[in-house]
């Protein structure tokens, strides 16, 4: 299975502000995912982040909200961009592992006041 | 329609005893997977186990099977003889598709409590 890194692992922000979320993987993967996980919600996905082309985004996300590079086979990043308080959520990075399951990092758990 | 019902948001057992988290589905797809993940307040997201729709056999891994009932549309996860750090959420996924070339589905989750 695939070990995935990201940081920072947590993060206090203002409102208006941006972060950027890094993900790193221990193997080349073709694809990348992008979840967000709201308080006390399931997993909404993003986007999926393919290298060498722009990430695919899913419906009520847009890539002026969550910018998302993919620069190599292994590396990630997804921006918050101009945060407000609904943006408090953890933020998953994964990778399908070659075994079929969806592998995921640790989390990113965010809090914008 | 969802395509992941867990209706159990909460579950409570006993330390030893064996505790079953529901999960019924919804595909008209003849390849899928079904995904079973744990994740506890730190918030990641562990991987337990996989069933595919042409598994012969239900799935095991230590002390968690899946209870995959196919006619029924069911994936139902088995923890034999719980612990205190089996306490967490678990989600149940799928995944359409051949050769998993689809994004899972997420259900809403069920919180489970392993008491002493």
């Known amino acids: 299975s695939a070990v995935i890194s990201q940081k920072p692992s947590r993060d206090i922000c203002q409102r208006g502000t941006s972060l950027t979320i890094q993900c790193q993987v221990d193997?080349?993967?073709?694809?990348m995912f992008w979840y967000r996980q709201q308080p006390g919600q399931s997993l909404t996905l993003i986007a999926t982040?393919?290298?060498?082309?722009?990430?695919?985004?899913e419906s009520g996300f847009v890539i002026d909200k969550f910018p998302i590079s993919r620069p190599n086979l292994t590396f990630s990043t997804l921006t918050v961009s101009n945060m407000s308080p609904e943006d408090s959520s953890i933020y998953l990075c994964?990778?399908?592992?070659?075994?079929?399951?969806?592998?995921f990092g640790p989390g990113t758990r965010l809090l914008v006041l | 329609a969802q395509k992941i019902t867990q209706t159990q948001p909460g579950m409570f057992v006993q330390e030893k005893e064996a505790v079953t988290l529901d999960c019924t589905y919804d595909?008209?797809?003849?390849?899928?997977?079904l995904f079973w993940y744990k994740q506890p307040s730190s918030g990641e997201m562990i991987f337990l186990i996989y069933?595919?729709?042409?598994?012969?056999q239900n799935a095991t891994e230590g002390r968690y099977s899946l209870n995959f009932q196919k006619a029924r549309k069911s994936a139902n996860l088995v923890i034999s003889a719980s612990q205190l750090g089996d306490s967490a959420m678990y989600f149940c996924?799928?995944?359409?598709?051949?050769?998993?070339?689809?994004?899972?589905?997420f259900g809403r989750g069920t919180s489970l409590i392993v008491h002493p």
């Open positions: 994964s990778v399908e592992g070659e075994d079929n399951p969806q592998y």
């Open positions: 193997s080349q993967v073709t694809m």
């Open positions: 982040a393919n290298q060498g082309s722009e990430a695919t985004y």
């Open positions: 595909t008209s797809d003849p390849s899928y997977g």
């Open positions: 069933q595919g729709s042409y598994d012969q």
């Open positions: 996924a799928m995944r359409e598709g051949p050769g998993g070339s689809y994004i899972p589905t």
